[in-house]
């Protein structure tokens, strides 16, 4: 793997060395080991979109592993304005040792990586979201779940963080069902590479059908950062699809509830949803800092677990 643009740069091998890469990382840091294997290293952190959990994640990941991070804003740098994207990837490349960015348009962080002589991690794009599927499944397997007995359902937006976790839910034998409105189902070329990785995936408009018998609910905000515009098309068109009581009701008893975060308290999810008992929100957002740390060092050829 040279970069992390998308699930599909991952082998199942890769993924599971990743996690237990992760679990080691985070017990390390659990115990207080301070070793510095990135001491002098540094990431370009480019952000186009708002974020907290990844810019944290980033920021204090290269912390912990004794580099450092630059966080660009793109009104800062004016990505695409001010100066082209493979310019700025080549003028980063020769500061820096790896390259982090969250943009609008997947092929942005494309571009970059084409152009990057270091490696590029995707931070979410339009169209995925990998290190947040990463750290999603991480959570569940160190849980100590069996990933290909596991039944995932996604409840709302067929989005970037859904492509992500259908990937990687395809690649580790995860079957998971996607219950979205008519128009919102997961982009097509996601649905067959993840069919082509032998996906066991089911799609219905039905959020009780993909409900039933799951182990896991996933759900996400009805509309994502650069939507704004089709805010009261899509209020209308996801009512049914809120992570409710009611909804949770149909699952299996003690699933476990999972949302990427930010949430939108009383659109996707309730709060008694969201702050429950089955809720692992929090240790998937916690997570997203150990896997992270992994990524890089597997990138940087220094993830030895
Ligand atoms: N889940 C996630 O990526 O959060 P941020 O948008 O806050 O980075
Ligand atoms: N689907 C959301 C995820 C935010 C982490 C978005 O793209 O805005």
């Known amino acids: 793997m040279n970069h992390f643009l998308s699930i599909r740069d991952l082998s199942r091998e890769e993924v599971l060395h990743l996690f237990r890469l992760t679990a080691s ?147 580790l034998g995860t079957p998971m069902a996607v219950a979205t409105p008519p128009g919102y189902a997961p982009q097509s070329e996601i649905q067959a590479a993840a069919r082509a990785l032998g996906g066991r995936l089911t799609l219905t408009t039905d959020p009780r059908e993909a409900l039933e018998g799951a182990d896991v609910l996933y759900t996400d905000v009805w509309i994502s950062m650069g939507q704004e515009a089709e805010r009261e098309k899509r209020l209308e068109a996801f009512q049914r699809y809120q992570l409710n009581e009611h909804l949770v009701g149909f699952a299996k008893p003690g699933a476990v509830v999972m949302h990427c975060l930010p949430a939108h308290r009383g659109e996707e999810i309730t709060d008694a949803v969201l702050d429950g008992p089955r809720s692992v929100v929090l240790d998937q957002s916690e997570n997203r800092l150990h896997a992270q740390k992994a990524v890089i060092l597997h990138l940087l050829g220094g993830g030895d677990v």
């Open 25 to 171: 990382l985070k017990g390390r840091q659990k115990a207080g080991d301070r070793g510095a294997p990135l001491a002098g290293r540094s990431m370009a952190l480019i952000f186009e979109k708002p974020s907290l959990r990844t810019r944290v994640t980033f920021e204090v990941g290269m912390a912990q592993l004794g580099g450092a991070a630059v966080h660009l804003s793109a009104q800062e740098i004016g990505i695409g304005v001010r100066e082209s994207v493979p310019d700025i990837a080549r003028n980063l490349s020769r500061w820096v040792d790896i390259i982090a960015a969250r943009t609008f348009r997947h092929e942005t962080v494309k571009t970059l990586a084409t152009h990057a002589t270091v490696p590029v991690i995707n931070g979410l794009s339009d169209l995925e979201h990998p290190c947040q599927a990463l750290a999603d499944l991480f959570t569940l397997w160190e849980r100590g779940m069996d990933l290909a007995g596991t039944r995932l359902a996604w409840i709302g937006d067929g989005n970037n963080v859904c492509h992500s976790l259908l990937l990687l839910a395809a690649l």
